[in-house]
């Protein structure tokens, strides 16, 4: 089975800043899309970026200009550096990756478990 763990959560004041990792492991025979997502309490979860396999970046209105996604294909990682931190930004983040586990063509999404991000006022 495929594993996705996200590690580099904590503790930043505002204007810091914080860089996630997400390795996904497992029997894995390709990834394609790989991104990051967050979940705030009372909302549903939603896309913060997202990298393709060729390195095309998306991201969220409210992240453009602070975060950088980037991905280490060798290592089946996925980063998020964030910088100018706000309170806002205060959730858990989750990783997702889009893994095909054999050559079909067909790609399955994983999600990691999360790892927090506080920042304080």
């Known amino acids: 089975q495929v594993q996705v763990v996200e590690s580099g959560g904590g503790l930043v004041q505002t204007g810091g800043s914080l860089r996630l990792s997400c390795a996904a492991s497992?029997?894995?025979?390709?990834?394609?899309?790989m991104g990051w997502y967050r979940q705030a309490p009372g909302k549903p979860r939603e896309l913060v970026a997202t990298?393709?396999?060729?390195?095309?970046?998306n991201y969220a209105d409210s992240v453009k200009g602070r975060f950088t996604i980037s991905r280490d294909n060798a290592k089946n990682t996925v980063y998020l550096q964030m910088n100018s931190l706000k309170p806002e930004d205060t959730t858990v983040y989750y990783c997702?990756?889009?893994?095909?586990?054999?050559?079909?063509?067909?790609?399955?999404?994983?999600w990691g478990q999360g790892t927090q991000v506080t920042v304080s006022s």
């Open positions: 997702n990756v889009q893994v095909a586990r054999q050559y079909s063509g067909i790609y399955f999404s994983y």
């Open positions: 497992g029997t894995i025979f390709s990834i394609n899309d």
């Open positions: 990298i393709t396999s060729g390195g095309t970046t």
